[in-house]
């Protein structure tokens, strides 16, 4: 589930899907606690690499 959330988040298409559904919350945990180190990565650079998502988390 992390692993296929952290792929959709790297597609910018979905971006918007994922603010409005509250997923962002979701990969931000995942960033700080997955169990997996390379999953956490991947999680962060999604996070990092979009620019809406860097926007919608500084109002989190």
Known sequence: MELALCHLAQNEDNAFDIM??????????ISKES???DICKL??????????????????
């Not at 409005?20 to 945990?29: F, V, Y």
């Not at 999680?43 to 989190?60: D, I, T, V, Y």
């Open 35 to 37: 169990s997996r180190e």
């Open 20 to 29: 409005e559904s509250g997923a962002i919350r979701e990969l931000l945990r």
């Open 43 to 60: 999680a962060r650079k999604a996070l990092n690499s979009n620019p809406s998502f860097m926007e919608k988390l500084q109002h989190l």
